[in-house]
């Protein structure tokens, strides 16, 4: 079975749904309680860690709440789990809409195996990095917008402090490291982060290098998902478009191609000796 995550009829841009739906609920609710509990903003601000102006934006629908502030904001306002109650539906509201599927299963893997073409793998940028990349994209993300999909995008690499840890393995196109997104300095901040990433015992980073004849995978980059259910879902997109995949025979095509493109990349080892090896040319 083929799973579309976002079709056609979903061409609505996620930065539109900001001000709808649990979103919007979730504001609603929280102001109710505030009023309630008879706190100004300035003051619930100052005993949860943020901003009035933040908070009215949480309370107006226009800005997607962290996790802590959620939990925080129960605890504050005496709210026994009623705006816990919303935090899974509102933490998926923080992707684009073809991306939720897979931030749900991401965040829940017991291990990953991702290709990356275009870009360095979300799970790899720094904060500038991811930055740079989202305010190239076409048509002009609003700078609100911006600011909600990097918060979401640095939460998602706490998967690496999980424990026990997944495994994760990335193989990387070269010439995706030799793109220089968001300048050189950013550049080599990634490739640093990239490295240290690659220290961990439960991550293995490999280069593809743009010389290899023989390159197993041309249709472009995907992810196999090893799910916390004991299941293996493959994920591709492109284009703002996402499938999750369930059948079994297409998800053994992708492991075999994945395995494949591991014997024609470099080795781990050999991978790191090349990104440092990069880095003292920039």
């Known amino acids: 079975m083929t799973v579309t995550a976002r079709g056609e009829e979903a061409a609505q841009r996620p930065e539109d749904e900001a001000g709808t739906g649990v979103v919007t609920a979730f504001g609603r609710q929280l102001k109710l309680l505030r009023v309630q509990a008879g706190l100004e903003r300035t003051e619930f601000g100052r005993r949860v860690g943020y901003s009035a102006d933040t908070v009215a934006s949480i309370e107006q629908g226009r800005r997607i709440p962290q996790a802590r502030f959620i939990e925080q904001a129960d605890e504050v306002l005496g709210a026994g789990g009623l705006l816990l109650a919303l935090k899974e539906e509102v933490a998926k509201a923080q992707y684009p ?21 275009y870009a360095v793998p979300g799970l790899l940028q720094t904060e500038d990095y991811a930055r740079a990349v989202f305010h190239m994209e076409r048509p002009l993300l609003d700078d609100e917008v911006i600011e909600q999909r990097l918060e979401a995008r640095m939460v998602r690499q706490a998967i690496f402090g999980r424990r026990p840890a997944p495994l994760v393995s990335f193989v990387i ?9 968001g300048g050189a300095n950013v550049m080599r901040e990634t490739l640093e982060q990239i490295l240290l990433t690659s220290q961990s015992r439960s991550v293995e980073v490999q280069v593809m290098p743009i010389e290899r004849e023989d390159n197993a995978a041309l249709g472009g980059p995907f992810s196999l998902i090893d799910t916390d259910k004991g299941q293996r879902v493959a994920y591709a997109e492109v284009q703002d478009h996402s499938r999750l995949y369930t059948d079994a ?13 591991r014997s024609q990349a470099l080795t781990p080892s050999e991978s790191v000796a090349f990104i440092e090896k990069l880095m003292g040319d920039t």
């Open 97 to 117: 809409a073809f991306f939720r599927d897979m931030a749900r299963l991401e965040a829940r893997a017991a291990a990953l195996n991702l290709y990356a073409v």
């Open 173 to 181: 196109e070269e010439a995706v490291l030799r793109r220089p997104i």
């Open 249 to 261: 025979g297409y998800v053994r095509t992708l492991e075999a191609r994945y395995g494949i493109l």
